[in-house]
């Protein structure tokens, strides 16, 4: 019943809005009062997830790599945990108060070559006349300020969501930024250089995550004859697919983390070795030279076949290092296993023969579409259009909108930090209890496999998929599972 709901609430909105003719309210606002305060995401360390509210760190998820050069430099983090991401997190809020109406927005240079600091000189030297930027409490933001670019961007990671900050938004108007959405946030990079444009600017750099933002820059760019930079940032955890896509699209490109960006780039101009920034493009390769003649560390500027990445200076990925997996370290710190097509981990794989990684709470999707309908939910006053419609005898099912949300807000809720053999799922698990006093890696190594009762609580949800996967693991193997069809549900 639920979903049916969900599904009217959300297609009515679209009817609405699409035929009444109204604009639909941004205007920020809170339900319940539960709802007071509203978390900010950031991932940072390794793609690490992290959730801020009222200025303290709530929640940290699972980081995808081990080690990072740059943060072992700069931080002295030797091994990226948990208890790392969460005292970097903190360290950040009290440096430059970010998430808070306390932030600063004003920065020394945090690293010679960061999309920042790279925008700042493009600003400097003339080579771009605006720029689109994200802020913590603020959204997508526009301005020609070189030096709120670096305040707003020194530190920042991949913002997620960002909830609006007054104070932060006043900010940065004193500083002639623009923010987009004061009162939503929102961050739309694609809107901003439309924005930017109706405001006069024609050579546009915008920080873009993902392939679909910078395909669609291109075509405004085509559409309006103007000139964009588009740097890529927070690569690591895109696929290889969509690293070959947003190479095709972008100007420069960071390496972060990511084995796809190192394995397909073609750079004409590359800048460090551990953490790289690659130009791509000529525009891209101006900016980064010009970026070079303002540091005042050393230079070497050499010919030579691109890119260079020395093995001892890379990221090391989840397992890498205590190679758990059992894989054979290769020569640029990942594992066999890591460096093939199939990236599967063995640590996915659950007692009871289910595969996390294709787990909604495991991977977060479910928990993350329904926290994001209810931000928009309420950034529409839902509430007071359900109440609206439910008088109508084709909507009466508008009735039940509230428990709805409150369906939404449990949702949220579906999400594990760990996969089963770290501790994630049900606690109550008789599965994971009797392989553990057993001393088996999994019901495919019992005897009992066939038969045994405690297998049956998790039929209602998977049907027989959890039977299969046991017998096909106990019958060819861990890695020959991963290779294959891993079923979540069968009947």
């Given at each position: 019943?639920?979903?049916?709901?969900?599904?009217?609430?959300?297609?009515?909105?679209?009817?609405?809005?699409?035929?009444?003719?109204?604009?639909?309210?941004?205007?920020?606002?809170?339900?319940?009062?539960?709802?007071?305060?509203?978390?900010?995401?950031?991932?940072?360390?390794?793609?690490?997830?992290?959730?801020?509210?009222?200025?303290?760190?709530?929640?940290?998820?699972?980081?995808?790599?081990?080690?990072?050069?740059?943060?072992?430099?700069?931080?002295?983090?030797?091994?990226?945990?948990?208890?790392?991401?969460?005292?970097?997190?903190?360290?950040?809020?009290?440096?430059?108060?970010?998430?808070?109406?306390?932030?600063?927005?004003?920065?020394?240079?945090?690293?010679?070559?960061?999309?920042?600091?790279?925008?700042?000189?493009?600003?400097?030297?003339?080579?771009?006349?605006?720029?689109?930027?994200?802020?913590?409490?603020?959204?997508?933001?526009?301005?020609?300020?070189?030096?709120?670019?670096?305040?707003?961007?020194?530190?920042?990671?991949?913002?997620?969501?960002?909830?609006?900050?007054?104070?932060?938004?006043?900010?940065?108007?004193?500083?002639?930024?623009?923010?987009?959405?004061?009162?939503?946030?929102?961050?739309?990079?694609?809107?901003?250089?439309?924005?930017?444009?109706?405001?006069?600017?024609?050579?546009?750099?915008?920080?873009?995550?993902?392939?679909?933002?910078?395909?669609?820059?291109?075509?405004?760019?085509?559409?309006?004859?103007?000139?964009?930079?588009?740097?890529?940032?927070?690569?690591?955890?895109?696929?290889?697919?969509?690293?070959?896509?947003?190479?095709?699209?972008?100007?420069?490109?960071?390496?972060?983390?990511?084995?796809?960006?190192?394995?397909?780039?073609?750079?004409?101009?590359?800048?460090?070795?551990?953490?790289?920034?690659?130009?791509?493009?000529?525009?891209?390769?101006?900016?980064?030279?010009?970026?070079?003649?303002?540091?005042?560390?050393?230079?070497?500027?050499?010919?030579?076949?691109?890119?260079?990445?020395?093995?001892?200076?890379?990221?090391?990925?989840?397992?890498?290092?205590?190679?758990?997996?059992?894989?054979?370290?290769?020569?640029?710190?990942?594992?066999?296993?890591?460096?093939?097509?199939?990236?599967?981990?063995?640590?996915?794989?659950?007692?009871?023969?289910?595969?996390?990684?294709?787990?909604?709470?495991?991977?977060?999707?479910?928990?993350?579409?329904?926290?994001?309908?209810?931000?928009?939910?309420?950034?529409?006053?839902?509430?007071?259009?359900?109440?609206?419609?439910?008088?109508?005898?084709?909507?009466?099912?508008?009735?039940?909108?509230?428990?709805?949300?409150?369906?939404?807000?449990?949702?949220?809720?579906?999400?594990?930090?760990?996969?089963?053999?770290?501790?994630?799922?049900?606690?109550?698990?008789?599965?994971?209890k009797c392989c553990q006093n057993k001393g088996i890696a999994g019901c495919f190594e019992c005897d009992e496999l066939e038969g045994c009762e405690?297998?049956?609580?998790?039929?209602?949800?998977?049907?027989?998929?959890?039977?299969?996967?046991?017998?096909?693991?106990?019958?060819?193997?861990?890695?020959?599972?991963?290779?294959?069809?891993?079923?979540?549900?069968?009947?």
């Amino acid at each position: 019943m639920s979903c049916v709901i969900c599904s009217i609430i959300t297609y009515t909105f679209l009817w609405f809005y699409a035929f009444s003719g109204v604009q639909p309210p941004t205007a920020f606002t809170n339900l319940w009062n539960r709802d007071a305060t509203m978390p900010h995401v950031m991932e940072i360390l390794g793609c690490a997830r992290v959730t801020v509210a009222d200025g303290k760190v709530i929640d940290v998820g699972k980081p995808c790599i081990r080690w990072c050069p740059i943060f072992d430099k700069v931080h002295d983090i030797k091994e990226i945990t948990e208890d790392a991401i969460r005292a970097n997190m903190e360290f950040r809020i009290a440096d430059t108060g970010m998430f808070t109406p306390e932030r600063s927005l004003d920065s020394d240079v945090f690293v010679n070559f960061g999309a920042s600091e790279v925008m700042m000189t493009g600003l400097a030297r003339g080579l771009i006349d605006t720029t689109v930027t994200a802020c913590d409490g603020a959204g997508t933001v526009i301005t020609d300020n070189s030096g709120l670019v670096q305040g707003m961007g020194a530190q920042i990671s991949g913002l997620i969501e960002t909830e609006p900050i007054p104070e932060i938004i006043s900010g940065i108007a004193e500083r002639g930024g623009g923010v987009i959405d004061p009162a939503g946030a929102r961050i739309d990079p694609a809107a901003g250089v439309r924005r930017a444009v109706e405001l006069g600017y024609t050579r546009i750099a915008v920080t873009v995550i993902d392939p679909a933002t910078a395909l669609t820059i291109r075509r405004i760019e085509s559409e309006l004859g103007i000139s964009t930079i588009i740097i890529a940032a927070h690569t690591t955890a895109l696929s290889r697919s969509e690293v070959a896509d947003l190479l095709g699209l972008v100007d420069i490109t960071t390496g972060c983390a990511s084995k796809h960006v190192r394995d397909l780039v073609k750079p004409l101009v590359q800048v460090g070795t551990a953490i790289p920034l690659f130009a791509v493009t000529q525009k891209g390769r101006e900016l980064l030279i010009e970026r070079a003649k303002e540091t005042t560390a050393p230079v070497l500027i050499n010919t030579m076949p691109l890119p260079v990445l020395p093995a001892h200076k890379q990221p090391i990925g989840m397992g890498a290092r205590n190679n758990s997996r059992g894989g054979k370290i290769s020569n640029d710190g990942e594992t066999d296993e890591e460096m093939s097509d199939n990236r599967e981990d063995r640590d996915l794989v659950a007692y009871c023969g289910l595969y996390c990684g294709d787990c909604f709470s495991y991977q977060g999707k479910v928990a993350d579409l329904a926290r994001d309908l209810r931000k928009e939910l309420r950034q529409a006053k839902f509430d007071k259009t359900a109440e609206s419609l439910s008088e109508i005898s084709f909507f009466k099912v508008f009735e039940d909108y509230g428990k709805c949300y409150e369906i939404l807000g449990a949702m949220v809720k579906f999400r594990c930090k760990n996969a089963c053999r770290g501790g994630g799922g049900p606690p109550f698990c008789t599965i994971r209890k009797c392989c553990q006093n057993k001393g088996i890696a999994g019901c495919f190594e019992c005897d009992e496999l066939e038969g045994c009762e405690k297998l049956d609580f998790l039929r209602p949800g998977h049907g027989e998929a959890h039977i299969k996967n046991l017998r096909k693991i106990k019958k060819s193997g861990i890695d020959k599972f991963l290779g294959g069809k891993k079923h979540w549900y069968i009947k």
